[in-house]
Nanobody
Framework: QVQLVESGGGLVQSGGSLRLSCAFSDRIFRAVVMGWYRQAPGKQRELVATMTTDGSTRYLDTAKGRFTISRDNAKNTVYLQMISLKPEDTAVYYC?????????????WGQGTQVTVSS
């Protein structure tokens, strides 16, 4: 079982910034897509941003221009830089990795990190 270790959540005022990090250590798992999802209380989990190994990205519409995803493939790490945070960004943020173990598809989730934006 591949473990995704997240860090960087916390409490910030509206307009502030946070940087989330997520890393895994495994010699077999090849993460094709890494990214971030979030889930606010009473809402469904939603995609925030993802990035493939070749650098292709997807963003939640409301995150465009404020959030930037990046990854270090050599370190199996993905980052999410968030600026101009708003109270509606408050949620538990989950790291996600999808890829292959040998020839089998795998998907893994982190434990989640709380992001709280106060108004």
């Amino acid at each position: 079982q591949v473990q995704l270790v997240e860090s960087g959540g916390g409490l910030v005022q509206s307009g502030g910034s946070l940087r989330l990090s997520c890393a895994f250590s495994d010699r077999i798992f090849r993460a094709v897509v890494m990214g971030w999802y979030r889930q606010a209380p009473g809402k469904q989990r939603e995609l925030v941003a993802t990035m493939t190994t070749d650098g292709s990205t997807r963003y939640l519409d409301t995150a465009k221009g404020r959030f930037t995803i990046s990854r270090d493939n050599a370190k199996n790490t993905v980052y999410l830089q968030m600026i101009s945070l708003k109270p509606e960004d408050t949620a538990v943020y989950y790291c996600n990795a999808r890829g292959k173990v040998l020839f089998s598809d795998r998907e893994y989730w982190g434990q989640g990190t709380q992001v709280t934006v106060s108004s």
